[in-house]
């Protein structure tokens, strides 16, 4: 659970609310929200008063730009299962059937969700923009955060009623009512895709789009206000599946063989080489302001590989294609968990299901690329060495 | 003038009547055959015809049906009007009523016949017609030409949210009135056998509108399936996606912008 600091309401604005969101695992508060009076209106069948906009924003993007062109933007999409804690909801719709499901969201429309897995990733891209915008005002280069969800649009109340609750700056969203999304991921040039759901995240994936499917877990770790922190895997998520084919196939010592004796060739590029490109990107704009040290955007490289041996490939095709990473930790086949709790990434990228579930054991915000040849195997089946 | 089928009457208190042009049905420009070719506004005659059968099918005696006019006011066809009454029929169209009229008067004939919905190829026509106070939406290629088993509506949502002052055009009434009676429609299915998908997409504003849409439509009863807050980010893509067979905004619909 998202503890108490990274309580966005107290974070931005000072806007003061009475709604606390309550530690249980559904923001099931019923508050004096000063939305209610307005719903009120509508169950009495007054008709629904557009509000003024200084009334309803109590954040202001003063001289921001408000609706970057998505060409322009770094465009993160993300489920609202994965932005919310959504799991009563989906009990009762495993349970009931749809209809009950959609009465059961219109009776609570009035209840925020609580943040989910996604959460303090999107409130720290927020923050970047924050900097950006103070940095480029007129610029479009920012995060645009959209919603893409499944779900019906009766939910869509309730899911704006939320944002609108934890303040978060959502403007565009799709709610596709059960058909798939990939045709408007792909419009909108979508860098990033985070669901809670392994098949659409394929769909993503096989349409050339980054992705990731993320869990809810019980234990989450604080996380940075002020810094993006982003974790990657290598093998099969910055770099293709390559090498892991000759580990899996051939065993250990191949696998070093091959990569000794193409040490100067550049491994392929993975599904999130591209994320890691935007982020450095945006990045580079903090540099040319002077905020090299204070930037608020800082990446890693997590992986099994050895420094000695075959990290040295890693680090060669990083540099071939002109990608940064900030920190670069070859764990030569030691546990990553230990490594990323002390590292606290608002998000760590894997392919392989065994390092995710260790990662959240430890309270790290873990997200599982289903890509390469990783996927054939039953994850605990992997428990030794790792690459 | 207007041709009745005798046999496809609806109950004129309670059908929703919905009067589509000929030329968006059957294409213009002559065939030398018999019967015309099938036009743009084809599947969305199947569509409403489809939803017609669902409605009887929950309930024979059902009066809140689509009763369809075919309005010809293209003075070629007019003359060719016996071979528009057999293309029907070879088609099994359900059509209510034919109409003829001349370009000046075809608004009149709309509203003699109570029509509650005009759809047309034509900008003009459409224009005219709204003018007149009659709901009205333009049909091309991007809308309209997709089969599909369900009739799908996109209520363009920066024009659904009103203002409080000032009397309420009579377009925007007559827009009203048909929302409420698809809601009405939509509340004889379940979401899971509904031939009707009612969508809505705001382009202007941010989340704030697409919510006052959605309590609007609410408020008039209807269930809206998909919504999409745009905060104007482009949408060709929720067209060619969604695939409506017509758009709605409060008056005049049509591909604007």
Redesign the interface.
């Known amino acids: 659970m998202v503890t108490m600091s990274l309580d966005p309401v107290q974070l931005m604005s000072g806007q003061v609310s009475e709604l606390k969101v309550a530690s249980s695992s559904n923001g099931n508060s019923r508050g004096l929200w000063e939305e209610k009076e307005e719903f009120d209106r509508?169950h009495l069948?007054l008709?629904?008063?557009?509000?003024p906009?200084t009334e309803?924003?109590t954040r202001k993007v003063e001289g921001g730009v408000?609706?970057p062109?998505?060409e322009n933007a770094v465009t993160i999409a993300v489920s609202s299962r994965v932005l919310f804690r959504t799991e009563r909801e989906q009990k009762v719709f495993e349970q009931k059937g749809?209809?009950e499901y959609?009465r059961y969201q219109i009776e609570h429309e009035n209840e925020p969700f609580a943040p989910g897995p996604a959460f303090p990733f999107v409130k720290a891209l927020e923050t970047v923009n924050a900097r950006l915008r103070d940095l480029y005002p007129q610029s479009e280069e920012l995060f645009d955060i959209v919603l893409v969800t499944y779900n019906?649009?009766?939910v869509?109340?309730r899911l704006?009623?939320t944002?609108?609750h934890h303040n978060l700056f959502?403007?565009?969203?799709?709610?596709?009512?059960g058909?798939s999304p990939i045709?408007?991921l792909?419009?909108?040039q979508t860098n990033l895709y985070l669901s809670a759901d392994a098949d659409k995240v394929r769909e993503a994936l096989a349409e050339g789009i980054a992705a990731a499917t993320m869990f809810m877990s019980e234990k989450i770790t604080e996380v940075s206000e002020y810094q993006l922190r982003v974790a990657f895997d290598g093998d099969a998520v910055l770099f293709s599946d390559e090498s892991e084919r000759i580990f899996k196939a051939h065993g250990l010592d191949k696998f070093f063989e091959h990569e000794r004796e193409n040490e100067d060739t550049l491994l392929d590029h993975g599904p999130l080489k591209g994320f890691l490109e935007v982020l450095g990107k945006l990045q580079k704009k903090f540099y040319a302001k002077g905020q090299r040290l204070d930037c608020p955007i800082r990446t890693y490289l997590v992986t099994a590989r050895s420094a000695a041996s075959s990290g040295i490939r890693a680090l060669k095709t990083l540099r071939a294609w002109g990608l940064e990473i900030d920190e670069a930790l070859f764990l030569a086949g030691a546990p990553k968990g230990p490594m990323l709790e002390k590292i606290r990434p608002h998000i760590f990228f894997d392919d392989q299901m065994f390092h995710v579930e260790g990662a959240a054991e430890m309270g790290t915000i873990a997200a599982h690329v289903p890509y390469g040849i990783a996927q054939n195997h039953n994850p605990k089946q992997n428990a030794s060495v790792g690459k | 003038m207007c041709w009745f089928s005798f046999s496809l009457q609806k109950d004129a208190d309670h059908a929703v009547v919905i009067a589509v042009t000929s030329r968006a049905v059957f294409g213009s420009g002559a065939d030398d055959d018999e019967v015309y070719g099938e036009g743009l506004a084809f599947p969305l005659l199947q569509a409403l015809q489809r939803v017609n059968e669902h409605l009887l099918m929950n309930n024979p005696a059902e009066l809140l049906l689509f009763d369809i006019v075919l309005l010809t006011t293209d003075s070629q066809q007019q003359q060719q009007s016996p071979r528009i009454i057999s293309s029907t029929r070879h088609y099994g169209l359900e059509v209510g009523r034919f109409c003829f009229s001349s370009e000046e008067d075809f608004v009149e004939n709309l509203l003699k016949n109570n029509v509650q919905l005009f759809l047309s190829t034509d900008r003009n026509e459409a224009s005219q017609a709204t003018q007149r106070g009659v709901l009205s939406a333009l049909l091309d290629h991007q809308t309209a030409s997709c089969p599909s088993e369900q009739l799908k509506v996109l209520f363009f949502g920066d024009a659904v949210?009103?203002?409080?002052t000032g009397p309420t055009p009579p377009s925007r009434q007559a827009a009203r009135s048909f929302s409420a009676q698809l809601g009405e429609m939509q509340r004889r299915f379940?979401?899971?056998d509904s031939p009707l998908?009612i969508?809505?997409v705001t382009w202007r504003g941010?989340?704030?509108s697409?919510?006052?849409a959605?309590?609007?439509l609410?408020?008039r009863g209807v269930?809206?399936?998909?919504?999409?807050?745009?905060?104007?980010?482009?949408w060709?893509?929720?067209l060619?996606?969604f695939r409506p067979h017509f758009l709605l905004s409060d008056g005049f619909g049509g591909l604007e912008g």
């Open positions: 509508e069948g008709p629904a008063k557009p509000k906009v309803r924003r408000f609706f062109k998505p749809v209809e959609l019906h649009a009766h869509g109340i704006i009623n944002i609108n959502i403007e565009r969203f799709c709610m596709t009512g058909s045709g408007y792909k419009a909108w | 949210i009103q203002p409080d379940t979401m899971s998908s969508g809505l941010g989340r704030d697409c919510a006052d959605l309590h609007t609410r408020s269930r809206v399936d998909e919504a999409y807050c745009l905060a104007e980010a482009p060709g893509p929720i060619s996606v």
